[in-house]
């Protein structure tokens, strides 16, 4: 099973079984020094698709106590599931201490309905009270045995209780189509080339995990234009993109995309007030029986 994807969650990952050469360790350097950068910037300005993903999870299941977050990040889908499930603690398990330091500092917001456990989601998990709902939003390919740890999700829930498995699917687009004549689809087509779109069907392995696939769902995204950080997000998100671009792209195509980089004019493409985000998100949602 393929764990190469479209997010900024795990830019060492686009590149697997290349880190012997060193233009792809250098990538992976600087992607790692973005990656605060990228899930603050995606949370705020994608986050969008999170009231009506947490209003669609409502649907599916009832009385949520105790919520669990894999690989929470920056907190902001556990801030999400806090608001829609009002009553609920969520307990948030991560291990990088970049999102460590934001899940802490998110605390007080949630009025000591947040607990935060470092752990890695690839070693035993300390014992946890029963949980109504596991969400995985983009981290569960970042794991190295995803059915394993659906299984360890499996056996947290309480009968009836949910997993949901988000991903992005599909690269975020800041570029009219008449900018290089269909410049970002000729990026994004490479960069799929290089594995960032490959977007894992978990309903598999939650099906063997023990658990029973009740519901899969798309949630397109469309912010701006003047929507706040947008222009921080596009130039950051194509910025990171262009590193990875060298060697497989064009260099008529890559000049121009400096070029839009390199634009910060008030008529610029990528200005705040001009340039409009387009993402999308995939959920599946499994029962436990």
């Known amino acids: 099973m393929s764990h190469a994807h479209a997010h900024p969650e795990s830019p060492t990952a686009q590149h697997a079984g290349h880190s012997e050469h060193a233009a792809h360790a250098a990538h992976a350097a600087h992607a790692a020094a973005d ?31 105790t919520v669990v977050d894999l690989g929470a990040g920056t907190g902001v889908g556990a801030r999400a599931l806090a608001e829609r499930f009002g009553e ?3 307990v948030a398990l ?3 201490p970049a999102m460590l330091e934001r899940l802490e500092a998110i605390r007080g917001v949630l ?3 947040l607990e935060v456990v470092d752990v890695d989601l690839d070693a035993p998990w300390p014992a946890m009270a029963p949980a109504d709902l596991v969400w995985a939003a983009s981290s569960l390919h970042e794991v190295t ?44 087509a490479a960069l799929a080339a290089a594995g960032w779109n490959a977007v894992p069907d978990w309903a598999p392995v939650l099906t063997g995990a023990g658990l029973e696939v009740v519901a899969r769902r798309q949630f397109p995204v469309r912010v701006g234009p003047g929507a706040a950080r947008a222009e ?27 070029h839009v980089l390199a634009d910060h004019s008030p008529g610029a493409v990528l200005a705040g007030k001009r340039v409009t985000v387009h993402g999308s998100r995939v959920a599946w949602l499994a029962r436990r029986p």
Do not use: N
Not at 36 to 63: F, R
Not at 147 to 157: G, I, S, Y
């Open 35 to 65: 990656l605060p950068t990228l899930l603050d910037l995606d949370a705020e300005v994608l986050g969008a698709y999170l009231p009506a993903a947490t209003a669609w999870v409502a649907e599916h299941v009832d009385g949520v106590g």
């Open 88 to 90: 609920a603690t969520v």
């Open 94 to 96: 991560e291990r990088a």
């Open 111 to 113: 009025a000591g309905r």
């Open 145 to 188: 045995d995803p059915a394993r740890v659906l299984a360890q999700a499996r056996d947290l829930l309480r009968p009836g209780g949910v997993v949901v498995v988000v991903e992005m699917d599909s690269l975020p687009r800041f570029l009219p189509d008449d900018v290089g004549s269909g410049l970002e689809v000729r990026c994004h």
């Open 232 to 258: 921080e997000y596009a130039r950051v998100t194509l910025r990171h993109q262009r590193r990875a671009l060298d060697g497989r792209l064009e260099a008529a195509d890559l000049a121009a995309l400096d």
